[in-house]
């Protein structure tokens, strides 16, 4: 038999013998031995404490590190109305950023912040997000909870401190003052958090309120250690560690359960009663391990003297106490109490969550949530809801004009498929909305792309923006006309044209319309008569030539001889016999017009120098047409007739197109800005629209609000032009666009649109798809030195004629009433 069992059976032996001599015996010689070795049992017991204790130290700190690295703040702008219940759905979805039990234990669970900030003007809303948690985790949560909400995301900025200036800072915690097994007030008629939002009201200049509620989800040692507190403080037992210490110590029913028929009052029984259920209720959900600090800080110069630093410390605790008061109106079974910190905007800024009390999905809600008032005035609230695209959208690629990226969900880009696009865009919005971006950038991918374009652009700064963005081997497609150049432009004759009465017609119409205010038949009949007669004379018919027409009595006669349509001959007979004096006023309304058109140089070098330069067939089969016709630099009426030359010359190459079958038909981009000026053509809106849709001529048609456009052609847009694009639009304007967009985006969304940001609703596929909104994205960086290089080019891809060519041969040339006048 081996010693140890000769040594045990002895000690069995000893004990049956003498238990009490034996124990004593035992215990002496533990005692002997533990006083020899307690010297370096002591030490190597207190070495293994603090080293476990440095160890934790090191991992704590270790975990905070991982979460702070790459931490950001989501700045949340509630809707125009939030929804109550959004609140426990964004903690039940924030849910998911519960980790495994082994990880959580190597690398800690992440939390996040949400705070409500205040300053002397505004109350904003933002949530801290650890580095741990992937990006837009949290934003599409918040989205989700409360639909038409947005999300702004930026990096945390550690606050610097400002020459001359220091923080004084007061704050604190709110605990809970019972055992976190027993609930605080989860429902309210009305907004719970109304007095907290109001406590901080009156800052001061360089004052600021923080209130900060931490919280992580919990599980697994967490939750049951909030159970066995429930089962303990309904056996009437002490829940805290101290509590259960003394009980140990002190003898009493403490020790026993709850009896099973206690002899209480009916009162004492009611509210027995409703805690045990408000315990079971919270034990029965998800839960939150959470902490709530706040605190207020003022900036004061550094020279402030003592009394009245004590002054600005007094208010900054009077403005601690308000906070912490607000969270009264959250007392039920369970209530706040107040508690100090140390360093207070260290623990704000650092958002240290070690131990904290434990909420259900309800109660968290009731304290971090976003406001249900409407009429916070101080409170930023977002714009327009943000929608998705429909399944399908077009994203990016050669045959797809781009919009923008989506604002809802991750960031892609969107666009039209180019034969969707054939529908016809209305482009509407306010001035700086960002209309102008989306066009160009439009432009630049049809152009890239090699289709056509024509760019009728009022202002200037978009073919501005565009000549300093078009790659160089393009400029020997661009045709530039510039009224701010001083180069001799292109030539557009608009009396050319092998139809000489839709012609005539085209130009008439356009003349009554942007003069319609003091138009009247005689004057129409004038100038078609005048313009008809041009027509009929040899050479080449110029708008110049009709002022001599009808003042100049020598050449009228010459050119009376050579017309033979009789219903001209007679008009001509009708005009020479009035008296100068009538003739003069008679004409008098068409001169003062075509002297305010001709009297410009860049318009009669543009309109009227001779054979047209510019083959719009070729443009619109690949080339580049740009129209710079600056209101400024023309005037409003001038740029107005320019530009419906322009539109109406690109119609007509369009409709020559009907003779071409439809495989060699280019896709060709009409852009019209400010399209309400220059739609003055003499047939329905509506059936240019349709007709142009078989021509591959897509016409994009941009201007700010509705009451811009006449009746019929605000119908024949709301009909036609099929893909909607809207921008920040007017009250009055919203009601009437939101039939185009609803229900995705009522009208309060379409009035509330920020910069860049647009409501689309397109064509997809040739059939109308539900609406959505996009950011439109800035054109690229324009290139140094491109814009003079583009002009460079264009100069050469045009020339023109320095004076007019005469048609025909033999006598016709020389009774040219224009040469021999």
Known sequence: ????????????????????????????????????????????????????????????????????????????????????????????????????????????????????????????????????????????????????????????????????????????????????????????????????????????????????????????????????????????????????????????????????????????????????????????????????????????????????????????????????????????????????????????????????DLLSLPELAALAHLPWDEAIPALPRAGARAVPPPPGIATAGPAVRPVGVTDSGRPRPVGLHVPDARQHLHILGATGSGKSELMGRMILSDAEAGRGLVVVDPKGDLVTDILMRLPEPLGEKVVLFDADSRVRPPV???????????????????????????????????????????????????????????????????????IHDEVLKGFWAWYGSLSPASRAQVIAPLMNKLRGLLLRPFVRSALAAGTSTVDMEQVLDGGICLVRIAKDSLGTETARLMGSIVVARTWQAATRRARLPQSRRHDAGLYVDEAHNFLNLPYPLEDMLAEARGYRLAMTLAHQYLRQLPKDLEEGISTNARTKIYFNASPEDAQRLAQHTHPRLAPHDLSHLDAFHAAVRPVLHGAEAPAFTVLTEPLPPPIPGRAKQIRAAARHNTHPQPAPTPQGAGTRRTTDPRRTA
């Open 1 to 356: 038999m081996s010693a140890e069992r000769v040594v045990r059976a002895s000690l069995v032996h000893d004990y049956l013998r003498d238990p009490t001599a034996t124990l004593q015996s035992l215990l002496q010689q533990i005692t002997q031995h533990a006083t020899a070795w307690a010297p370096f049992g002591g030490s190597a017991a207190a070495a293994v404490g603090v080293l476990l204790l440095w160890a934790r130290w090191w991992w704590h700190r270790r975990c905070r590190r991982t979460l702070a690295h790459g931490a950001r703040l989501v700045t949340v702008l509630p809707p125009p109305t939030a929804d109550p219940a959004g609140a426990e759905a964004l903690w039940a979805n924030l849910l998911g950023l519960l980790r495994p039990a082994w990880r959580r234990r190597l690398t800690g669970q992440p939390h996040v912040a949400w705070e409500y900030v205040f300053d002397r003007e505004t109350i904003r809303l933002r949530l801290w997000v650890p580095g741990t948690v992937p990006p837009g985790t949290v934003e599409r949560a918040v989205e989700a909870a409360w639909p038409g909400a947005h999300t702004r995301t930026t990096s945390v900025i550690t606050p610097q401190a400002v020459p001359g200036q220091r923080i004084e800072a007061a704050g604190g915690e709110m605990r809970l003052a019972r055992p976190e097994a027993l609930p605080l007030r989860s429902v309210f008629p009305a907004d719970p958090v109304r007095a907290l939002l109001g406590a901080p009201a009156g800052l001061g200049a360089g004052e600021e309120a923080v209130v900060q509620i931490l919280a992580r989800p919990v599980t697994g040692h967490r939750v049951r250690k909030a159970r066995h507190a429930a089962r303990r403080l309904n056996g009437q037992q002490s829940v805290r560690l101290a509590g259960r210490l003394l009980d140990l110590l002190t003898p009493g029913p403490h020790h026993r359960a709850r009896p099973a028929a206690p002899v209480v009052d009916r009162q004492t029984a009611l509210s027995a009663a409703a805690e045990d259920r408000a315990i079971v209720a919270k034990e029965r959900g998800a839960s939150y391990e959470t902490r709530v600090r706040y605190t207020v800080t003022a900036a004061v110069a550094d020279a402030l003297d003592a009394k009245k630093r004590t002054v600005v410390r007094d208010r900054l605790r009077g403005r601690c106490h308000a906070i912490a008061s607000a969270f009264s109106a959250f007392t039920e079974h369970n209530h706040y109490r107040r508690t100090r910190i140390r360093r207070p905007v260290r623990r704000m800024v650092e958002r240290r969550l070690r131990r904290g």
């Open 492 to 562: 557009l004759n608009p009396l050319e044209g092998a139809d000489a009465a839709r012609t005539v017609d085209n130009l008439v119409s356009i003349f009554s319309r942007i003069y319609a205010s003091s138009w009247g038949p005689r004057t129409e009949d004038i100038l078609r008569a005048g313009l008809l007669t041009l027509r009929e004379l040899p050479g080449v018919p110029l708008l110049t030539d009709l002022p001599r027409l009808l003042s100049v009595d020598a050449f009228r006669r010459r050119a009376a001889d050579q």
